[in-house]
Nanobody, 124 residues
Framework: QVHLVESGGGLVQSGGSLRLSCAAS????????MGWFRQAAGKEREFVAA????????YYADSVKGRFAISRDNAKMTAYLQMNSLKPEDTAVYYC?????????????????WGQGTQVTVSS
């Protein structure tokens, strides 16, 4: 029902910035809340940020609050993750996720649709 494709990952120095994009193609009508998660090597996938279907409210993990910003352009069916002041510990594969409805969630299991992931590497 929902196909997600991330882009924008890459290699950046500590303190730098990257902007991830998540393009969605949706076969059924309705709203979708969006989330970003990340998985570092050898670790569990963890929540990063989420945004309501309307875009009126956002949620962040404490580790990225004040540095990352999630947004969406519903006309373009695209979600974004602006990442500033990047640190080596932000290195991970970043995944975009979607769930039907307006309500966002910080819980991985609440999302039924996932992208393939994009690698972000922050060098010290």
């Amino acid at each position: 029902q929902v196909h997600l494709v991330e882009s924008g990952g890459g290699l950046v120095q500590s303190g730098g910035s990257l902007r991830l994009s998540c393009a969605a193609s949706v076969r059924t009508s309705g709203s979708y809340a969006m989330g970003w998660f990340r998985q570092a090597a050898g670790k569990e996938r963890e929540f990063v940020a989420a945004i309501r279907g309307s875009g009126t409210r956002t949620y962040y993990a404490d580790s990225v609050k004040g540095r990352f910003a999630i947004s969406r352009d519903n006309a373009k069916m695209t979600a974004y993750l602006q990442m500033n002041s990047l640190k080596p510990e932000d290195t991970a594969v970043y995944y975009c996720a979607a769930r039907p409805g307006m309500d966002a969630s910080t819980t991985r299991q609440d999302y039924g649709f996932w992208g393939q992931g994009t690698q972000v590497t922050v060098s010290s």
